[in-house]
């Protein structure tokens, strides 16, 4: 499992930005997957976006597409996710994982069943 550590959360108004990042520990290399994921209180845990390693491949879920950008920095050790124009629905904990290769790839990559390795999570308040 890698180590993981969120950081960059809190409170905007509707509109603003916010660039979450997500520290990994030693074993980092070892994932195939990077993903953030939230979940607002009362409902689901939801994937949000997702990058494979050498960031050669990412995805996202429909309700951030051109809003969201998730990258990574050169070593692997560190992820982001850019969010621009958020709104009030974007309220949410938000939490990094990673994942084997072959694990995301059979469940998806914006499920969480795929991912072994979670972060304690970082909020996100946007207010209208």
């Known amino acids: 499992q890698v180590q993981l550590q969120e950081s960059g959360g809190g409170s905007v108004q509707a509109g603003g930005s916010l660039r979450l990042s997500c520290a990994a520990a030693a074993y980092a290399r070892s994932w195939g997957y990077m993903g953030w994921f939230r979940q607002a209180p009362g409902k689901e845990r939801e994937g949000v976006a997702a990058i494979r390693a050498g960031g050669d491949s990412t995805a996202y879920a429909d309700s951030v597409k051109g809003l969201f950008t998730i990258s990574q920095d050169n070593a692997k050790t560190t992820l982001y996710l850019q969010m621009n124009s958020l709104k009030p629905e974007d309220t949410a904990m938000y939490y990094c994982?990673?994942?084997?290769?072959?694990?995301?790839?059979?469940?998806?990559?914006?499920?969480?069943?795929?991912?072994?390795?979670w972060g304690q999570g970082t909020q996100v308040t946007v207010s209208s």
């Open positions: 994982a990673a994942a084997p290769l072959a694990s995301a790839s059979l469940w998806g990559v914006l499920k969480s069943r795929g991912y072994n390795s």
